[in-house]
């Protein structure tokens, strides 16, 4: 009995429990990348801008002119306002849960076949108390899936959003997935699914009765071997509670008060080779990489970009980190303390395979 547990347009909801104003607008959350006022991506939005079009990844300024006869909000990422519901949220579902495997800020496997005895009806009355108290804590919604496996429970979150809950029972797994669009199949990106869709697989049913020789020639064997038993309702994965920490930072006090990159970063560098040599000792990779700026007046500011998998490489903290601080400074003016810090962690090992998995 495994569930997918996923917070609704997480970022933009906080956004909107912040300001309940906004609760009638459309909300875009942006990644501004500080070249210019509209540079930068949009990193969620909340449904009444999804009706206009407007979706993660999408460029600010293509999003701004979706919305140029709305009341819309455009605001930047705040990830230090999201951290702290998120955290208490994860404990909640710890406590509710016989395993919780967080796997992002806004949502987590969890696996409850001891506490409903494999019942799904017991399930449905444990997953329903579940969204009623983040609801009444956090005055937040989610969407709960549930099923034999991560894979069917993710699909099942993702099935009837927002504020959804979808059960799947085992003798219902094929009748469910069946219908469904490949791509909605997690693991399948927009590159696996054109190469699918080329070759006549539009549903999950057509990949579960495709050719496996047909597929370990697209894909190789180890990927299409996934994909088929995916398609059939097939993971034996576990939920697998991670006791490692999700991010690792290092903070510095500048030598001296001041918004000057190339400055900043000479004092940044070691601090960023230290917390580089950390995650080797680790064996971890990140997936995000954020700057930290603390101003004069001790307030708190960060600037993030989420990579496309996750790395072990040095690179991309010392390539990343001077267009954060760029687009930081430039809004913040000068810095009285600065970080760097890594999040979305996972083992070297689950790397490398993502990396193959990708490939």
Known sequence: MVGHFDLDYFFAQVEEVHDPSSRKLPVV???YSGRTEDSGVVSTANY???EFGVKSGMPISVAKRRLMETEARFLPMRRELYEAPSERIMSLLRAETDALEQTGIDEAFFDITAKT???FGAATVLASSIKRQVLQREKLTCSIGIGPNKIVAKLASDFAKPDGLTLVPPEEVNDFMNPLPVDKLYGIGSKSSTL???RGITT????????????EGVFGHKLAAHFHNAARGVDEEPVTPRTEATQLSRIITLKK???DVGEILAQLNPAI???HNRLMEKKLAFRSVSVIGILPNLSIRTRTKSLEIPTVQLSPLTDTAPALLSSLTSETGVLRRVGIRVSGLETAEEQSSLADFLR
Do not use: S
């Open 204 to 215: 999950i049913a057509d990949l579960a009765g495709a050719d496996p020789q047909l597929l």
């Open 196 to 198: 699918l869709r080329e």
């Open 273 to 275: 080779e230290d917390l």
């Open 29 to 31: 959350v942006c990644v």
């Open 257 to 259: 008060d001041t918004q």
């Open 48 to 50: 009444k801008a999804r």
């Open 117 to 119: 005895g494999g019942d």
